[in-house]
């Protein structure tokens, strides 16, 4: 049994023309007819900013609120194995319709309820439709499906890459930054990203693998960030899935990093402003 106190929602609007929206968004989460979590929320961190195109939208529950049927300061965790297909909706508050291209919802989970340990609980991958309160112009909410948790053995085909940028003065970079896995004695995967990182942006990456692998073969410093230039760079949070499937939705996703809170200091190719490479801590 999996034992859900927090939740992030991670969306992606598709790179189209009027694909980003204004509008706040709702999320639910329903068990047995009861919701554990329905709450409207702005999609930017609380600063109104809206979900542009081709842009990700990254809430934490600080933004979203409790869990829970209580009052918002109660919080009421809820087992992940009670959930159903139908538990988890998105949903949209207004008629500037939006077109969600990924969507990923990570529950916090024990044994420790601080960092504590991050999973998926259900993601949409490609999506054509389009969310509005407006019947003419798309649907008023959308079901997550579930995804499976996977494990040590499960065969990563593909890597989901999550990056959200600090909000702290200067933490954004142009610079290029680099994604390398090991495992089982080899180099896995390299992936550069050169679009550079807002400050208080977010980042959803699918990556292919050159070898498929298994969190069990990644030793502890397996997984490497680092930044190939001198603009430096602060994180705020990173999660790093694996994929059983080589396209489309994955079946089951294994959590390899899961950094809700960076504190592994400043990136850069400068020595007095940051390290050039930090490796990233496997997931308990």
Known sequence: ???????????????EEDAGTDNQHNLTVTIDGVDFFNLDFPFGGGQGDGLGRGE?????????????PTPWWVATPFESNDLTQSSIRLGIRGDDAWAPHHVLLIGRVPPEWSPGRSVPLAIETDLANWLSTDP??????????????????????RVLLVVYTSRQDNADTESDVQLQIAAGG???????????????????????VDTPFTRDDIES????????????????????FGLDTESG???????????????????????????????LPLSI
Do not use: C
């Open 136 to 157: 003419d112009e798309g649907h008023l909410t959308m079901r997550m499906r579930l995804v499976g948790q996977g494990n040590g053995a499960t065969l990563i085909r």
């Open 186 to 208: 080899s180099i896995v995967m390299t992936h550069k990203i050169t679009h550079g990182f807002g400050r208080g942006k977010a980042y959803l990456h699918f990556l292919d």
């Open 249 to 279: 939705r994955p079946n089951e996703m294994v959590t390899l990093v899961a950094i809700r809170s960076w504190g592994l200091g400043w990136l850069s190719t400068d020595d007095d402003e940051g390290k050039s490479s930090v490796p």
């Open 1 to 15: 049994m999996a034992l859900v106190d927090d939740l992030i929602l991670v969306a992606k609007t598709r790179d």
């Open 221 to 240: 410093d397996g997984i490497d960030l680092s930044i190939l230039g001198a603009d430096a760079w602060l994180p705020g949070a990173i999660f790093v």
């Open 56 to 68: 990700t939208g990254y809430q934490e529950n600080d933004f979203l609120g409790a869990i829970g």
